[in-house]
């Protein structure tokens, strides 16, 4: 079985200090995981994805995330904030083959104050 | 390259009525996800298919089921809808088996009235 926790729902930073959004995952085989964006009323659009390799992960918008295996952990960081990247971020976690379904966590809203 | 589509983009039922969303996979992909997005809930994993056969299903009654059709495209079909399935439903797609990331489409919103 495999699940993910995103402790707290709301996360609020001011413009150009640092994003962290925290994503715990649990998995019995080694996971591939994902951090998602959703906009509102929109669908969600992939920011980056772990799956084997170098463990800290670049995507898109300047966000970046570190696989750390010991503490189970994949947070994503941004060292500076922008207006823009007010939504809501989803962290996930699945696998290949015949579990390849995305488990996600509840979600967390990031607010940026000016 | 056009992405994920979905159809219809908003959808109003009666309660016992019967809703039919539909989605088109990115060219190439095999594998199609449907997740519903209700408030306070979530996003919650309904079914997934792979080269036309039912793969795995979530923790949801059989009056949600599903298809996929030999182009690879996927119809949703939610049965007796009740008002608890007003959601965002969403519907992704990836290569054989679930390789790699999963690409979404911008979803269907169904309100059940």
């Known amino acids: 079985a495999q699940s993910v926790t995103q402790l707290g729902s709301h996360v609020s930073v001011s413009e150009g200090a640092l994003v962290l959004l925290r994503c715990n995952y649990s998995s019995s085989v080694p996971p591939y995981l994902f951090w998602y964006v959703q906009y509102p009323n929109q669908g969600l659009q992939l920011l980056l994805k772990y799956t084997t390799g170098a463990t800290l992960v670049k995507g898109i918008n300047g966000f970046e995330a570190e696989f750390k295996k010991s503490e189970t952990s994949f947070h994503l960081t941004k060292p500076s904030a922008h207006m823009s990247d007010a939504a809501e971020y989803f962290c996930?976690?699945?696998?290949?083959?015949?579990?390849?379904?995305?488990?996600f966590g509840k979600g967390i809203t990031l607010s940026v104050r000016p | 390259e056009a992405g994920v589509t979905q159809s219809p983009t908003h959808l109003i039922k009666t309660r016992g009525q019967q809703a039919t969303l539909r989605c088109s996979p990115i060219s190439g992909h095999t594998s199609v996800y449907w997740y519903q997005q209700a408030l306070g809930l979530g996003l919650q994993f309904l079914l997934w298919y792979d080269e036309g056969e039912e793969r795995n299903r979530g923790n949801f009654p059989p009056r949600f089921s599903g298809r996929q059709f030999p182009n690879y495209s996927s119809e949703l079909n939610v049965n007796a809808l009740e008002l608890e399935d007003s959601a965002l439903y969403l519907c992704a797609s990836s290569g054989r088996q679930g390789t790699t990331e999963a690409f979404f489409g911008q979803g269907t919103r169904l309100t059940v009235v």
């Open positions: 996930a976690v699945s696998h290949t083959g015949a579990n390849s379904k995305l488990t």
